[in-house]
């Protein structure tokens, strides 16, 4: 078979779905960062998209490639691994499986990763987390791993929740523990809580828009920890943070990308 290898990143994907899409793709495919375009035949794609690699595979060429290439992640206190390599997670290290599929979350990305760390920095004994955002659930398995009480992880997209509720059962967590729904903030949909951590992969012109509903969605003081942001973008988080009340702001930087963590104001 033929496939078209293109990387991306969370804020170029829709785009370049829809131009290989445009361009005569039979099939599309998103694992770990990598979309996986099928086609018939090699085809004249548009610049954007032009940067990636035409390969012919089999079926078993993909599978075992695919699995060669994913390796532990350690992120703090937690090891994020696929099912198959949990027995590499060290000693002392918490271990998160997460099983490779098609909701962003395995840890291979900088912004999970980053996350992960803040929530591993946190102390979340007895704590309630919300995961806005959240894929493939990991990072509020994560938040529930390390102690907190209980967990939510929503998304505005359907295909993550039952990939995420999966994931949660892999990691023994009960239902009690972490919770996953469709849907966002500022939706209209009231939230019945506060909550005492909120944490979000998303992108900085959404953490600007939601920022209002972050300070609500949060007990005053409670941590805020925001990734997804795109460097040349800080200035945007930063301003949106300030005009909320946030206190207690502090970047971390891993290549082009940002974390943002930050305090809820005071009630
Ligand atoms: N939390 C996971 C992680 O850190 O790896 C996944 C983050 S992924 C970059 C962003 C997720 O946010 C996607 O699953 C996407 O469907 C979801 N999303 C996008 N816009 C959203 C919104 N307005 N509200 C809730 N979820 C949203």
């Known amino acids: 078979m033929l496939v078209y290898h293109l990387p991306g990143t969370f804020e170029t994907r829709e785009a370049h779905l829809d131009l290989l899409w445009e361009a005569g793709a039979t099939g599309l495919e998103e694992r770990a960062g990598l979309i996986r375009a099928y086609f018939d035949g090699r085809e004249e794609l548009p610049g954007e998209v032009a940067d990636g690699e035409w390969r012919v595979e089999t079926e078993q060429d993909w599978q075992a490639q695919f699995k060669a290439t994913l390796k532990p992640v350690r992120a703090g206190r937690v090891t994020i691994v696929p099912p198959w390599l949990r027995h590499e997670v060290e000693d002392g290290q918490t271990a998160l499986i997460i099983e490779p599929g098609m909701a962003f979350g395995t840890g291979h990305h900088a912004t999970t990763r980053m996350a992960v760390e803040a929530l591993s920095d946190l102390e979340l004994g007895g704590k309630r987390v919300l995961d806005v955002g959240t894929g493939s659930g ?65 992108y900085a012109e959404l953490h600007d828009l939601l920022a209002g509903e972050y300070a609500a969605a949060l007990r005053p003081g409670g941590p805020l920890i925001l990734t997804g942001i795109l460097t040349g973008k800080l200035g945007l988080v930063r301003h949106a943070l300030d005009r909320e009340g946030f206190g207690s702001v502090s970047v971390r930087e891993d290549g082009e990308w940002v974390m943002v963590t930050a305090t809820a104001p005071a009630a």
């Open 138 to 202: 990991v990072l509020a398995i994560a938040a529930a791993l390390l102690g907190a009480d209980h967990a939510t992880g929503l998304d505005i997209d359907p295909l993550t929740i039952p990939i995420a509720i999966e994931n949660a059962e892999i990691n023994g967590m009960l239902p009690g523990r972490v919770a996953f729904a469709e849907g966002s903030l500022g939706l209209g949909d009231e939230l019945e809580d506060t909550f005492d951590v909120l944490i979000a992969n998303l």
